[in-house]
């Protein structure tokens, strides 16, 4: 099964393809610049330079968040147009299960984290079981510093969240493994990997389904606000 990977819930953002569980290639960018344009010319990159068409892809997976809210809604909004146009399965990955997925098998818990803003993230825990990832604790927001700091046991930390706030944390007290470079950040590698399962299952996204941003956009924000009476 030639597998298409998108992961588009931070700054660090990145396409890949696999053959089952074999990864063929992979493309990463930061993004500094609106999504729309990227999305497309990557990707036509990427399958190009594994002598691949659209036609060739028998499943899509997609990271769901949490992360950006316009990260999300630009990379879910182009995978269900690939899935109507190629009529294939899409599977929905959650961000930080995919950031788990990254990490290759070990016997310590997985912390990923995806930054929100200076000391909070989203944060889930994850362990390896039988050669699949099993999610410990839900995706929730917190302080990293309370999150690190209720761990009893070491345990491998992922994701920028960890990247942007570590210089800030405390330097001891903390069982924390800092995970290599290469599966440190969000990727589609990850997300293809725990996709694969999905696809495999028939665990495929419903029509008209949205990310998983467990906090309300800004822009909801402002509207609730605007609609109360006593604000």
């Known amino acids: 099964m030639i597998i298409l990977a998108l992961e588009t819930a931070t700054s660090h953002q990145s396409v890949a393809v696999f053959n089952d569980q074999h990864l063929l290639a992979c493309l990463e ?21 594994v002598s691949l068409r659209m036609s060739d892809l028998d499943g899509l997976a997609i990271s769901m968040g949490p992360g950006t809210f316009t990260g999300l809604r630009v990379g879910l909004a182009t995978m269900t147009a690939f899935r109507l146009a190629l009529n294939i399965p899409l599977v929905g990955v959650s961000t ?16 990923s984290t995806v930054s929100i803003r200076p000391g909070m993230v989203y944060w889930g825990i994850f362990r390896w079981e039988d050669q699949q990832i099993v999610c410990l604790k839900e995706a929730k927001i917190g302080d990293i510093t309370e999150v ?37 950040r969000p990727s589609a ?25 467990i906090q309300p956009s800004y822009a909801e924000m402002s509207k609730s606000k605007s609609l109360d009476p006593t604000g």
């Open 189 to 213: 590698k990850g997300i293809g990997r725990a996709g694969r399962v999905l696809l495999a299952r028939g665990t495929f996204l419903p029509q008209g389904c949205t990310p998983h941003y």
């Open 96 to 111: 930080l299960e995919g950031l788990a997925w990254n990490h290759p098998c070990s016997d310590l818990p997985l912390l």
């Open 29 to 49: 960018y930061e993004s500094g610049r609106p999504l729309t344009p990227q999305i497309i010319p990557t990707i036509d990159r990427l399958l190009t330079s």
């Open 148 to 184: 690190c700091s209720a761990l009893s046991e070491p345990t491998i930390i992922l994701g920028d969240g960890w990247i942007q706030n570590r210089n800030s944390l405390p330097s001891t007290g903390f069982p924390l493994i800092e995970a290599p470079p290469a599966t440190l």
